[in-house]
């Protein structure tokens, strides 16, 4: 048995079993009659996975991993791996859940916690060189994937279609001149290409698994196809005045390339609410961290103090990405279950408060 399953896991690391996977999964009590498989896509009541014997399967969600879940407030996303296998009837179940290594998080418009993705080497950032460049928005990313512990790559697209790339790239480095733990690399593509498989081939190696992050419309898709060499997502025309998206792909779906990388595509999120708090936040922004102790005011806020060594060293645009995150945090400190709790909390308090009042004066 114990053979049977080390052969299974050493065919799993082209599905991106990586060594500290593997032991997660070792150490998993494997229920009588199932496999180690991938999450490759989420749908409403079912997930479809990827096994050892590289056909895609349907499955459920057995009912006691269902509760289990939910009592954590959390559900399988795209590249978890379980533990899964059919009934007597032939219907696939997923039994189990290896512990993750990562993931990357936001909070939902309901202010909840939801996964993205799970099990991630390196996220690319896309972000397309036309009307779609947004150095804060590309901050923000870069919060979600440094909190994540997920190493990040900046991929402009559509470089076919701009004039000025190298400036651009300049404007990005420039950006992050002073980040310590900053993207790996900030390189410009054209997606359409098999040439984008070559310059991202640092991280395309077998068994690596990418995640393409970005807006509706910045080419994750096309880069998706190019990097698999196939037509597996469909892509969509961008707004001519905005280069906006019409978010064409509506699913997270993790497929595998011929150079035996993973990559998952994503839909655009329409606005990236973070899920971080802020120690967190200070040190995906470490160039700032790092400079402000050179500051004169030890409690220096960036903003108009004399002396203050962040303001001198980084973009103005850098600082302002950070104000404006902080701010955010600060105010989303609280989930709407929190801040509905709270205000019942003050109701009940002041309809106390009235009644002893009424009682004191014999009302
Ligand atoms: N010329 C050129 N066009 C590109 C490039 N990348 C994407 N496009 C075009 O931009 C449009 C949007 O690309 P998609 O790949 O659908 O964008 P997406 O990020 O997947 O968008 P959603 O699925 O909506 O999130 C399509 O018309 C693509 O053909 C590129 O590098 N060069
Ligand atoms: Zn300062």
Redesign the pocket.
Request: zero cysteines.
């Given at each position: 048995m114990l053979e049977a399953t080390q052969q299974h896991l050493t065919l799993l690391q082209t599905l991106g079993l990586n060594h500290s996977l593997r032991s997660h999964l070792a150490g998993l009590d494997w229920p009588a009659n199932t496999d180690a498989m991938r999450v490759v896509e989420v749908q409403r009541d079912r997930v479809q996975l990827l096994g050892a014997h590289q056909r895609a399967c349907s499955a459920r969600i057995a009912a006691e991993l269902q509760q289990a879940l939910r009592d954590e407030g959390q559900s399988l996303a795209v590249g978890d791996w379980v533990l899964a296998g059919p009934d007597a009837f032939g219907e696939h179940w997923v039994r189990a859940q290896a512990p993750r290594l990562n993931a990357l998080t936001r909070r939902n418009p309901e202010g909840l916690r939801q996964t993205l993705v799970a099990n991630v080497d390196t996220a690319l950032l896309?972000m397309g060189l036309d009307h779609d460049f947004n150095l804060a928005r590309l901050d923000r990313y870069l919060v979600l994937t440094h909190a994540a512990g997920i190493a990040s790559v900046v991929v402009l697209?559509?470089?076919?279609?701009c004039a000025q790339v190298q400036a651009r790239l300049a404007e990005v480095q420039a950006h992050l001149r002073a980040c310590r733990e900053g993207p790996q690399a900030v390189l410009a593509?054209?997606?359409?290409q098999a040439s984008a498989r070559e310059s991202l081939w640092p991280w395309l190696g077998a068994g690596q698994t990418l995640v393409l992050l970005?807006s509706?419309?910045?080419?994750?898709?096309?880069l998706t196809n190019s990097l698999c060499d196939a037509h597996l997502q469909g892509?969509?025309?961008?707004r001519e005045d905005d280069s906006r998206?019409?978010?064409?792909?509506s699913v997270r779906s993790l497929h595998r390339a011929p150079c035996g990388a993973c990559i998952i595509d994503t839909?655009?999120l329409r606005g990236l609410q973070l899920d971080v708090n802020q120690q967190e936040l200070a040190e995906a922004f470490d160039d700032i961290s790092g400079l402000a102790p050179q500051c004169r005011f030890r409690n220096c806020s960036h903003q108009d103090e004399p002396g203050c060594a962040v303001r001198d060293a980084l973009s103005a645009a850098r600082l302002k990405s950070y104000h404006k995150l902080q701010r955010e945090l600060g105010r989303e400190q609280r989930t709407p279950l929190q801040r509905q709790a709270q205000l019942s909390e003050w109701k009940s308090r002041s309809r106390e408060a009235r009644i002893r009042i009424r009682a004191k004066s014999g009302g």
């Open positions: 896309v697209s559509k470089a076919d279609r593509v054209n997606g359409t970005g509706s419309g910045a080419g994750k898709s096309t892509t969509g025309s961008v998206g019409r978010h064409t792909t839909p655009g």
